[in-house]
């Protein structure tokens, strides 16, 4: 899947903002499991209950046990940073 990001930025702005965020963050990639930085997420944007969020990284749901920063370090992209894609459904079925 392409990222929106990857579209309107060319390649070589990517890399040196990846490395230049590397650069002032140096121990910064999160030591969240995948299963953390979701409930992070679902905080953050003030998901309901009911709701569901999944998470994937190259078109795969990862591990929840998975550290962040393992998911980084495989899957990061040649430009320095880790695109996940996310998909919710209704996992109650409940009208709105």
């Known amino acids: 899947m392409r990222s929106k990001f ?17 650069q002032k963050y140096p121990d910064r990639i999160p030591d969240l499991t995948v299963g953390q ?6 905080k953050r944007i003030k998901l309901a209950p009911e709701k569901a ?3 994937f990284v190259d078109e ?7 550290l962040m920063s393992a998911i980084y ?4 992209d040649e430009d320095g940073f880790l695109y ?13």
Not at 60 to 66: D, F, G, R, S
Not at 73 to 76: C, F, Q, T
Not at 84 to 96: A, H, I, K, R
Request: aromatic share 12%; hydrophobic share 35%; glycine share 4%.
């Open 37 to 42: 930085f979701v409930y992070v997420i679902r």
């Open 60 to 66: 795969v749901l990862p591990p929840t046990a998975a």
């Open 53 to 55: 969020i999944f998470i």
């Open 6 to 22: 990857k579209d309107e930025h060319p390649f070589e702005k990517r890399k040196a903002e990846a490395e230049r965020i590397r």
């Open 84 to 96: 996940v894609s996310y998909s919710g459904e209704n996992t109650f079925g409940s009208e709105q």
């Open 73 to 76: 370090e495989e899957h990061k």
